[in-house]
């Protein structure tokens, strides 16, 4: 379950940073004339500032991406959720038992939870469960005064968990990682059958109501969840009014065997079938996901307007919500949240229609915008957890091989690439990760010291692919570099047990059958089989998306560069749209993929903002989870070493030591969150499983922007980072006068 269910998110996980970041700008909803008036209605002089006042006390956020009145639950059982609407959720959600800090760490909420308690339970199997047990403080209300118990903390886990959630459109899974999880989703009331071969139960039996202010929650073992080095974060739940989650007529009740739904919950509508079961609650809790007024809230903010034919959302400050996870409460009464449109934000921003423009990238952009501060504006920036990149698919062709690889990324100039895409706002990284982490900050001499930064040189490239093998020409003879036709680039002699070795059988018929794609020149490059052994070109087959800059740099400095053809190398670009691409990286014959392997290079961006940081299952040598990783890694090193999750845990020392120092990606991924129970062994697989990504470079960080926020400089404490948004800061803010 557990190994089946993290490669499911991690697939929706990549395809939604995949969406976001096909090119460096944010996608943009329909655009929108607007009119150099404020949204107040109040008339504004075009270029004047600071029209903030400490009297109003209001601010006006905006954002790119359109409103949907999806504040409640984001992006509910789908892949991704709006930007927009997840700030809002951010101004109206609080009180959850552990919240992010400014540096994306987890951590307990003492204005919510008054005590806690881990427990590892033996359960004399082999396996061990986790439990945490919360008392949280009275004298926490909701918006509307009423009391926020542990029924409230209870109620999402318990109703999200069901086959009415399900039904609603929901995945039903939200308390996977607990004790009795599957028992308790096969349950539909007295009576009705989910799954005859599967157990039922009533009660949840991981989750206990010890109080009506204090639970325990205990994570299963068994089912593959603990142990797991942030399991901790399993204790990471939030209070929401009963009202919203559960409809009326419906209590939380625990009679010892666990906590239990009671008072009509699976009650069937009138068209509900034995094959096809619907529910009263599930239309409930479709609609009141988007009602804004009825229930109440326990965040910093009261929605108090939402206008969908504007896409304005209007809040007013919380008088009941006794601070986050530092005691901060807000200081801004009101919150107004716009839509803004690009071409014209800047002029929105001068005249007071907006008082923040967040997370602005590119060099014209970034120009435009620095030109306004200290003109009664200031800046906030922060380097992207994330980067642009050339993705490769490592199980076939010329890019299975880490050589070619690491001299492509010889080959492209990447701090030209970067300066120039980027205008001069953005850097270079070498690895998969982000500089504002807590691993790179404490990991980052080390790094810098052992990692290789693939400096830009023809005579590297050269010299690697060299000493690699990619010495033959067409013929089976040795390479001349500067001869024509289907000899202008060197090729590799392998058998097919090498080949076979090297990846799977897909991966095997894909690399004999190998030949480039949009052959306008007329040669057509192909494996060639001579003497029993395969000759396999140096010839790349890229798969790009239309109007995408990054392409075309690419294409400039890379694919049709003087020293790639100098190296002996060939790309053959093929441009499509995004859907496209994503068939076929995924090789998902619903986006389009005919079912032939045939491009080993993507370029596309990704996104390192999860304060989890864990590719468990990415680099799988198992055929059921392999075509999950994007990358498509077979290490050999896994190969001679590979992880066991049912063998006695390894020390980092100790698996080196057993290894002869050579760690696999599987393995050093699966021991980082399954083997370290503490930071300090954490960092150690943290740090090789970094280096080893840096030797065999299945990704090619072509560039990693900052952001800019450009902000009225009335706004005072104003401050984010990859991890800490423009709502996580407002709460920090108060408007000087």
């Known amino acids: 379950m557990k190994k089946r269910l993290s490669l499911v998110l991690a697939l929706l996980m990549v395809l939604s940073s995949a969406a976001m970041f096909s090119c460096d700008k944010e996608t943009v909803g329909e655009e929108t004339t607007g009119t150099e008036t404020s949204q107040t209605g109040e008339e504004t002089t075009g270029g004047e500032s600071n029209t903030l006042s400490a009297e109003e006390n209001r601010i006006i956020l905006g954002n790119t991406t359109e409103l949907t009145g999806d504040f409640r639950f984001p992006g509910y059982g789908g892949s991704s959720a709006g930007a927009a609407d997840q700030d809002i959720n951010a101004l109206i959600v609080g009180y959850s038992t552990m919240e992010t800090n400014q540096a994306g760490e987890y951590v307990w909420n003492e204005t919510a939870v008054k005590s806690h308690t881990e427990e590892v339970i033996d359960n004399g199997d082999g396996t061990q469960n986790y439990k945490v047990t919360i008392e949280i403080n009275e004298g926490l209300t909701f918006s509307d005064g009423t009391p926020v118990t542990a029924d409230n903390y209870l109620a999402e886990v318990l109703a999200f968990s069901t086959i009415v959630a399900q039904n609603a459109g929901g995945t039903g899974m939200t308390g996977q990682a607990f004790v009795g999880y599957e028992e308790y989703f096969n349950y539909a009331g007295e009576g009705v059958v989910i799954d005859a071969e599967a157990p039922a139960a009533k009660e949840f039996a991981g989750i206990r109501k010890l109080s009506d202010y204090s639970f325990s929650l205990e994570v299963s073992g068994a089912a593959g969840y603990y142990p797991y080095f942030y399991a901790y974060t399993y204790a990471a739940v939030t209070p929401y009014d009963l009202g919203l989650i559960l409809g009326d007529g419906i209590t939380i009740k625990d009679d010892g065997e666990g ?67 530092e005691g901060q409460k807000p200081s801004i009464e009101t919150v107004v949240y716009v839509k803004i449109v690009p071409e014209t934000q800047l002029d929105q921003l001068k005249s007071g229609a907006v008082d923040v423009l967040s997370s602005i990238t590119g060099g014209d952009e970034t120009k435009a915008a620095l030109q306004v501060v200290g003109q009664g504006f200031a800046e906030n920036h922060y380097q992207r957890a994330g980067y642009g990149k050339i993705q490769f698919d490592c199980d076939f062709g010329p890019t299975m091989f880490a050589e070619v690889r690491q001299a492509l990324s010889t080959l492209l100039d990447r701090a030209t690439f970067a300066t120039t895409f980027t205008g001069g706002y953005g850097k270079v990284v070498n690895g998969p990760y982000s500089e504002d982490s807590w691993m790179f900050i404490d990991a980052e001499e080390t790094l810098e010291d052992t990692l290789n930064m693939y400096e830009y040189s023809l005579a590297n490239a050269k010299q690697i692919l060299d000493a690699a093998g990619w010495v033959y020409n067409s013929k089976g003879e040795a390479y001349a570099e500067g001869a024509d036709g289907v000899d202008k680039v060197r090729y590799k002699k392998v058998t097919k047990e090498e080949l076979e070795a090297l990846t799977t059988a897909d991966g095997v018929a894909a690399t004999i059958a190998y030949e480039s794609t949009n052959n306008t020149d007329n040669i057509v490059y192909k494996t060639v089989e001579i003497d029993g052994a395969y000759y396999i070109p140096c010839v790349i087959n890229w798969f790009s998306t239309d109007n995408n800059p990054v392409s075309d740099l690419l294409a400039t400095m890379l694919a049709n560069g003087a020293d790639t053809a100098a190296a002996g190398i060939v790309i053959r670009q093929t441009v499509g749209d995004f859907n496209a691409l994503l068939g076929e990286v995924y090789r998902e014959p619903a986006y389009g993929f005919s079912g032939v392997i045939t491009y080993g290079m993507f370029n596309l961006a990704t996104g390192f903002n999860s304060p989890i940081y864990d590719f468990a299952y990415n680099w799988s040598l198992d055929p059921d989870y392999f075509a999950y990783s994007s990358d498509k890694l077979y290490d050999e090193y896994d190969r001679a070493f590979p992880y066991d999750l049912t063998a006695p845990k390894l020390t980092y020392a100790e698996a080196m030591e057993q290894s002869g120092g050579k760690l696999g990606m599987d393995y050093l991924s699966m021991a980082m969150v399954y083997n370290a129970s503490t930071n300090e062994e954490y960092m150690e697989w943290w740090t090789a499983y970094i280096q080893r990504w840096n030797a065999l470079m299945p990704e090619i960080p072509l560039y990693c922007n900052f952001y800019y926020d450009i902000y009225n400089d009335k706004i005072e404490n104003y401050y984010t980072s990859p991890y800490w948004s423009t709502a996580d800061a407002v709460i920090y803010c108060n408007i000087a006068g």
Not at 268 to 281: G, H, I, P, R, Y
Not at 288 to 311: H, L, Q, S
């Open 259 to 325: 906590c239990y739904l009671d008072g009509g919950w699976y009650e069937q509508t009138a068209d509900s079938t034995a094959e096809a079961l619907a529910f009263v609650k599930s239309a409930h809790m479709m609609e009141a996901r988007y009602d804004t007024n009825k229930y109440p809230v326990a965040g910093p903010y009261v929605i108090t307007e939402w206008d969908e034919g504007t896409k304005q959302a209007t809040l007013k400050k919380n008088e009941k919500f006794a601070g986050n996870f």
